[in-house]
């Protein structure tokens, strides 16, 4: 009855962890693509710079295929191992510890082999200035595209200030998409009218804290250090499980319910002298109380006495 119970509390840990796994991978997808989307920008404004390779090394890890293509395994393996715990299948077990296994050393080397600290300084900024001249250019549209998308994104304008559209183009006024609220010619007004409809900050450092990690990498990195803990927390679980079933179907508890075997008739009767032989030969049946040659000869003899006496 123990191990019953045991049994039914480690299936209820396995159904809530395989739960969790498909919980935590789908947001690391997620959060892996609403990252990528930025970090395109990102590495398009600063290609052939040292912004780049900081920003490359800063963000593989969170959107390197390796891990991706994980994540979307360990949903297989998760409804694998609710499948083998719902039905107490050792065979899907075994596979489903195996695989969780051979997952979490690929994604411990991937997090070792992609760790390094990115070396960016605020000075490496200016050389994003250098892109500044091809704004608006017709072979440069898609330069001109993300300038438009980072500044919106990240409601900035310009490098260091919004002056530096003046100082690097031939333009009189910074691009639309630096004003606050967007619309066609704002730049141009709010240049003449009121500068505070500009973004007064620069996307420089938005770039470096962008580099030096955001928040969603902050998410990313928690999520995975909680599938690799929930990763072992599993494996050991499953492990016991396994422990438990293989080892019961070995052993089956006997039935408490069996009655004990009925007296064999076949005993053979212990003879006494004296009056307790009556009593103990009265207490069996009909069967065994049957009258021998032996008993009559001696009734017969002891009548004899008394009557000489």
């Not at 393996?77 to 050792?90: Q, R």
Request: net charge negative.
């Amino acid at each position: 009855m123990a191990r019953e119970d045991a049994v039914r509390c480690l299936r209820c840990l396995l159904y809530a962890l395989n739960l969790l796994f498909w919980l935590m991978s789908a947001c690391v997808l997620g959060v892996a693509a609403w990252i990528r989307d930025s970090l395109n920008t990102v590495l398009t404004l600063t290609a052939h710079t040292r912004l780049e390779e900081a920003a490359v090394l800063t963000y593989s890890p969170a959107v390197h295929p390796v891990i991706i293509a994980v994540c979307c395994f360990l949903i297989i393996v998760a409804m694998v191992g609710y499948c083998g715990t719902l039905k107490c299948n050792l065979l899907l077990l075994s596979w489903y510890f195996g695989s969780l296994l051979v997952i979490f050393c690929v994604e411990l080397a991937s997090a070792v082999w992609t760790y390094d600290e990115s070396l960016v300084q605020r000075s490496d900024m200016i050389s994003l200035k250098s892109r500044m001249p091809n704004y608006g250019l017709q072979r440069y549209q898609w330069l001109t595209h993300t300038w438009n998308s980072f500044q919106t994104e990240f409601k900035c304008c310009g490098v260091i200030y919004f002056t530096d559209w003046l100082e690097m183009t031939e333009m009189e006024w910074p691009p639309d998409s630096c004003c606050s609220n967007q619309y066609p010619g704002c730049a141009r007004h709010a240049h003449y009218h009121d500068l505070s409809d500009l973004h007064q900050e620069g996307c420089g450092p938005k770039i470096y804290s962008f580099i030096r990690g955001t928040k969603q990498l902050q998410v990313l990195r928690f999520l995975g250090v909680s599938i690799g803990v929930a990763q072992i927390l599993a494996m050991a679980l499953t492990l016991t499980l396994l422990w438990a079933l293989y080892y019961g179907r070995q052993s089956p508890e006997p039935d408490s319910t069996m009655q004990p075997p009925p007296p064999d008739d076949s005993t053979p009767l212990t003879v006494t002298h004296g009056p307790s032989a009556e009593a103990s030969g009265c207490s069996r049946s009909h069967k065994n109380c049957t009258n021998s040659p032996a008993a009559s000869k001696f009734h017969q003899h002891q009548f004899e006495m008394e009557r000489l006496s």
